[in-house]
């Protein structure tokens, strides 16, 4: 007899979660996973798909003035918010119910309910009863942090809300700088609602490049969002006309939806780890290896809830290499350096390797170049729109450390980027590669004149 009920107890088919418990059943092993909400978790249900098809909803706006550049003309173009949510929501359950089957298809149990571990072998299901596992993989992800003293905050919606939105707000204040409030602000106002973003940092994106940091703040606001920075929401009061917003800097606005969108905390409540003996780190996020194993020589934890890096695709390889070292006898680590990521602001942002401040400090000589411009397809929209390309090169070995896009395409143009960067090309190899013509792209490989900072002089 199994001196357990499962080889592999899951707990969370989110990304990472469903990728582990796949492969793991796939090799033959026992395998349940315990979900709380829906299968898919964050990225599927309410971060990364459902976030982008607001995206391209929003974008729509922009099209449409392209558009009439050159020669269009487009009356009477409206939006329906209800038909949108419910097309929407249509896409997220078919996309929920290929997960299912896909674990189904693998042959692991979904078992739906909130896990908990008792001990380091036990987990209680709600309204399940216990069961017992040799190994457990903790992938319960993150969840929307907010603030505890601002005044109303009850009044405030996170990301989760912002999908679910009954109609669509005339106006929109969104507190933070990160990249689910600038997305979401471009989101807002492409589809006509007057945004503000309030941010307490000296400029948004924290963690980018500074120049593409300033970049796409200035862009942002060319194309309508209000963006405040140096301010903070202190009180939010619910009135007659809507919600009054009332910020450090003695400013106050008008909105009838407030988001905050200032940052994720991992999502451990009521999860039992204390019980199990698995140690957290100061933010709340489980500790572990390179392995993904925690201190519980049993227990590994994969995605967000580690909170390595916080992006969907780095949540599926943690979990594919857990299943690969532990059912598979081929032990594997995932390598976080060097990952590509987007932000689908409006312009939107493809970024991979070094900012230039980063690489400065790392390498010390830096070469950077870099580039503004209209790009083609505005030519007859008579606006300043530019976009923004910039390579970072290690001056001693001549290698490719950082790039980073801000302009129609960048998250596609990153992808290649990565590639090359990854392999440790060298700024001569992009060079000697022949342009595609005419693209926004051939600027990555026509690039010749060093850019010299302002302030930084030839000492640079
Ligand atoms: P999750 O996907 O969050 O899955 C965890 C699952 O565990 C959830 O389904 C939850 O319900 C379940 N769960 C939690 N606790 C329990 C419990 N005790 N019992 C049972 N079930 C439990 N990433 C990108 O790469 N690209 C993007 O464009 C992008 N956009 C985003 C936009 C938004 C608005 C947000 C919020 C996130 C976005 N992300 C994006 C991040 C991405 O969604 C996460 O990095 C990814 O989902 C993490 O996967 P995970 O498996 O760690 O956790």
């Known amino acids: 007899m199994a001196k357990y009920d499962y080889d592999l107890f899951v707990i969370g ?83 929920s ?68 939105l009954p109609a669509l707000p005339k106006r929109v204040v969104i507190a933070g700088g990160g990249y689910i409030a ?17 941010h307490r940092g000296p400029n948004i994106l924290r963690g980018f490049d500074d120049d593409v940091r300033a970049h796409v703040a200035e862009e942002m606001e060319k194309r309508g969002v209000k963006v405040r920075l140096g301010s903070q929401i202190t009180e939010i009061a619910k009135g007659e006309g809507g919600l009054t917003v009332c910020c450090t800097d003695r400013h106050s606005l008008e909105a009838d939806v407030v988001l905050f969108a ?65 059912f598979y006898g081929n032990p594997t680590t995932f390598d976080h350096d060097t990952v590509a990521s987007a932000v689908f602001s409006q312009p939107p942002i493809g970024s991979v390797g070094l900012s230039e401040a980063d690489a400065r400090h790392k390498y010390g000589k830096v070469d950077i170049y870099l580039t503004r411009f209209r790009p083609m397809k505005y030519a007859f929209m008579h606006g300043d729109e530019r976009c923004l390309m910039k390579l970072v090169v290690d001056a001693a070995t001549d290698r490719v450390v950082g790039c980073h896009i801000v302009g129609p395409d960048g998250p596609e143009m990153i992808q290649m980027a990565a590639i090359a960067i990854k392999m440790g090309s060298t700024k001569a190899q992009w060079d000697a590669t ?20 302002p302030g930084l002089g030839q000492a640079a």
Request: hydrophobic share 45%; net charge negative; with cysteine.
């Open 97 to 164: 119910g290929i997960y299912v089957r896909n674990l189904q298809n693998a042959g692991a149990e979904l078992v739906h309910g909130k896990a908990r571990l008792v001990d380091a072998h036990t987990v209680e299901v709600d309204g399940k009863g216990r069961v017992t596992a040799d190994k457990i993989l903790i992938a319960t992800g993150g969840r929307p942090w907010m603030p505890k003293d601002v005044v109303g905050i009850e009044h405030a919606i996170s990301s989760n809300e912002a999908f679910q």
């Open 434 to 453: 022949c342009a595609v013509h005419p693209t926004l792209a051939e600027e990555l490989v026509t690039l010749r004149e060093k850019y010299v900072p």
């Open 182 to 198: 600038v997305e979401f602000a471009g989101i807002f106002n492409g589809l006509g609602v007057e945004t503000t973003l309030v």
């Open 262 to 326: 200032l940052g994720r905390e991992p999502y451990v409540e009521g999860l039992g780890l204390e019980t199990a003996g698995v140690k957290l780190s100061d933010t709340g996020a489980v500790i572990v290896d390179d392995h993904s194993r925690t201190n519980v020589d049993n227990i590994w934890a994969v995605g967000d809830v580690t909170d390595r890096i916080n992006l969907t695709p780095v949540a599926i390889r943690e979990g594919a290499a857990f299943a690969q070292t532990e």
């Open 13 to 95: 088919a989110g990304s990472g979660g469903v990728r582990a418990a796949r492969l793991a059943a796939m090799s033959g092993a026992k395998v349940a996973v315990a979900e709380e909400h829906r299968v898919g978790g964050t990225c599927v249900i309410r971060g990364c798909v459902p976030k982008k098809f607001m995206v391209y909803a929003s974008e729509f706006a922009h099209h449409f003035k392209t558009a009439k550049g050159y020669g269009w003309t487009i009356e009477g173009a409206s939006f329906d918010w209800p038909a949108f949510i419910a097309e929407k929501d249509k896409e997220i359950a078919r996309l």
